[in-house]
């Protein structure tokens, strides 16, 4: 039977807080869903997992307000009775898409429709992440295939396709681009298969748990430990398969495209409709900028718990840019320096910014608010505009640490990681330079207050 998820509503799509599909609880405690969700894949399904919100509080400091109040429901859209199919929500309308044709995206309306709390109440947040976090792994692989066929079309096309006196894929730039889309695909590969084996690692642990499939403390303790260790690798680079991925199989299609040239452009080769697939990729399930901001505040906050990590990991890279016997493990350590150097470039602006805001509270609370009372909406400004770069360095760092773990056992991997190199970290100085140099002038003007905008209107 298929079912559907259904998180985003017309006004609330990153914003989950602004979420406004009701649950409410009658007298027996039977629970009832009432609202208007839209983009929800396979929505003509018969099972709808719904997120809504079924606890109402105008207290900020209430344990339920703000993504606390969300639950996780089980709705049926319809229910096969003696007296024949009743409906509890219906299909507004099927979205008219450039791709994805064979997909159904659909408006869905629930109307007092019967539902069953999955769950506790007010932990829906945490079970929608539960299920994001396995479809971002899916969609890294879906990318996955984008970019794996946009190579294979172009490499035939350019082998069969002759232009002055030479088939295509023996010109220079055509041959780059081929080569580029060989790399990025393999290393695509190596990030995707690390991603799903710890989230599925993770999972297991959990099972084992949760079934108390285990004979005494000390392997409880085992499982415990194996959950926390998979689970927090898998939170790691899983939003790092779903940018790097989604972006690389937008650029790949759109290469493939080009390499076919004017045929590309027409419905006769399946160019067009690879580009058409990939543009979607780094819109749904949480957009490339809501992956990127997720991995910049992660390692953020992890480095702010124990900042002492990234001094160690800053002079330990550095060590091995002079120490190291293998030149590819000097170029991968010189790659960790420049992603770990870009993270330290912005705590020092977060922290010089929070020192300014310090001014606005009594001296004696400043050593509090500093080290404790950091809000990453407010304090974390400097990072997030430079997230998609963060999130980038943060994606080579993981990638080339991945090829030469594989190089060091499997030789034949070394060719992979050379060429991978090769363009990473000419492409690491750059984005890391930017963000060393850029973003000053953009959040002066950001910080304006509304009075100071209106004052400088006026003037």
Known sequence: ???????????????????????????????????????????????????????????????????????????????????????????????????????????????????????????????????????????????????????????????????????????????????????????????????????????????????????????????????????KEARRVTPLLKYYGSERAVYMARMCMQIHGGVGYTKEYQAEQLLRDALVLPIYEGTSQIQSLMATKDVLLNILKNPKDLVQGIAQAKWRTLSARDPLDKKVAKLQALCLGAQQTLLTRMAAKKFRSLSNHKVVDWASKFFKEWDAKKDFSPALLHAERLTLLLTDAAISELLLEQATRFPERRELLERFLEKAIPRAEYNSSLIATTGDRLLDTLDDTPAQLGEKQVG
């Not at 000390?218 to 430990?225: G, I, N």
Request: aromatic share 10%.
């Open 1 to 231: 039977t298929w079912g559907a998820m259904d998180i985003t509503e017309p006004d609330a799509g990153s914003d989950m807080a602004a979420l406004r599909t009701k649950a409410e609880q009658d007298e027996d405690g039977n629970w009832f869903v009432t609202g208007e969700k839209t983009f929800i894949t396979s929505g003509h399904g018969k099972y709808h997992f719904v997120i809504a919100r079924s606890e109402e509080t105008k207290d900020s400091d209430d344990p339920f307000a703000g993504l606390a109040g969300l639950s996780f429901f089980l709705v049926p859209l319809w229910e096969d009775t003696p007296e024949g199919r009743k409906h509890y929500g219906r299909v507004d309308r099927l979205e008219d898409k450039i791709g994805h044709k064979n997909s159904a995206t659909c408006a869905m309306v629930f109307d007092h429709a019967p539902a069953q709390l999955i769950g506790k109440r007010g932990e829906g947040f945490r079970y929608m992440l539960f299920l994001m976090n396995n479809a971002r792994v899916g969609v890294g692989f879906e990318s996955l295939g984008v970019c794996e066929n946009s190579l294979r079309l172009a490499k035939n096309y350019a082998a069969e396709r002759r232009s002055m006196g030479k088939t295509i894929d023996k010109h220079e730039m055509i041959a780059e681009y081929l080569e580029d889309m060989d790399t990025d695909t393999r290393s695509l590969r190596a990030l995707g298969v690390h991603a799903a084996y710890h989230s599925e690692m993770a999972q297991r642990s959990q099972i084992a748990l949760l079934a108390k499939a285990y004979h005494n403390d000390t392997e409880k303790s085992r499982y415990e430990l194996l959950y926390k260790r998979h689970l």
